[in-house]
Structures are given as C-alpha cells and as structure tokens.
C-alpha cells in the first residue's frame, strides 16, 4: 500500500466527503457506504467500513503492534453516488436554478433527476481556526485603524 501518484488526476470532483455511494467494483460490490475521506492525489476516496485489509504493524515506542484492520482507498471510478429518491446508483450532473444557484442532479437511466443535497459534513471545518494570536500576526488596533479616505484624501499616492 505504497504511495503512488495518478497518471491522469481528474480536475473536476463530482464525489465529495460525507455523500452516500454504492461500490459498483471490487470485493464489496453492491453495498453502500458514506466517504470518508477523498484522496484527490490519487483519484482515490475511502468509504468508512468498506474495503478492508488487513495490515500487520510492528510495536514500537509508544504503541502496540499486531494486525489491524483498516479501510483501504478505492479508485473512485468504482464507486458510484446514490440517487437520493430511488435510492440506485446515478451519475451526477449540474444545473442552475432560477435564482441562480448551482446543485447537483442525478442523471442516467434510472434517475429520477432530483437534486442531491452537499453533505452536511463539509460545513464543518476539518482544523480548526487558530483562536490566539501568533508571533506573525497582526494586533487587532493596527488591522481596525483606518489608512485610507478617498474624501478626504488620506492615503492617496502620489502620481
């Protein structure tokens, strides 16, 4: 399970974290799982509980060893997303709404077109904002000052 780069990286990701996908490939073909994790490096995402192999790790300093089961990456061509109304697999495609929105629709044979929500999860953030300051930031009454007024002229360059 050595790193390796994808020949052809895709540039537009249609699978994101948290959406629920079928496994259309592999040794667990035809269940269901929610991504765990999207490897964009590799073209590869990680259902949560799926595609597991066995990995033996050696104790070290500070942990156990032994053999452990872990979820492996599954190229994302061998998932597909699942339709939120018939519940199949579908492909995704995209449209705008009337006020201008863009949303993700389920197309293909069996799809019944409807609108397949962003993942609630993807609200979050994965690391958090730092709360204290650090040495390289700016304090707060220098960032509030203000240096610059087109009326009265403050801050205006020379030319």
Not at 61 to 89: K, Y
Request: hydrophobic share 35%.
């Amino acid at each position: 399970m050595g790193w390796k780069a994808a020949e052809k990286i895709i540039q537009c990701w249609k699978i994101l974290r948290g959406d629920n996908v079928m496994i259309i490939r592999g040794k667990d073909k035809g269940e269901t799982g929610v991504i765990k994790r999207v490897i964009r490096s590799q073209n590869r995402v990680i259902v949560e509980g799926k595609n597991l192999v066995k990995k033996h790790i050696k104790q070290g300093q500070g942990h156990e060893g032994g053999i452990f089961s872990i979820e492996a990456p599954l190229h994302v061509s061998n998932v597909q997303v699942l339709d939120p109304v018939t519940g199949r697999p579908c492909k995704i495609g995209y449209k705008y709404l009337e006020d201008g929105t863009k949303v993700r629709i389920s197309r293909g044979q069996q799809a019944s077109g409807a609108i397949i929500p962003r993942p609630e999860i993807l609200k979050q953030r994965r690391k958090p904002r730092p709360t204290e300051s650090g040495p390289k930031d700016s304090p707060i009454d220098l960032v509030l000052e203000k240096t610059y007024d087109a009326k009265a002229g403050i801050g205006m360059p020379d030319l």
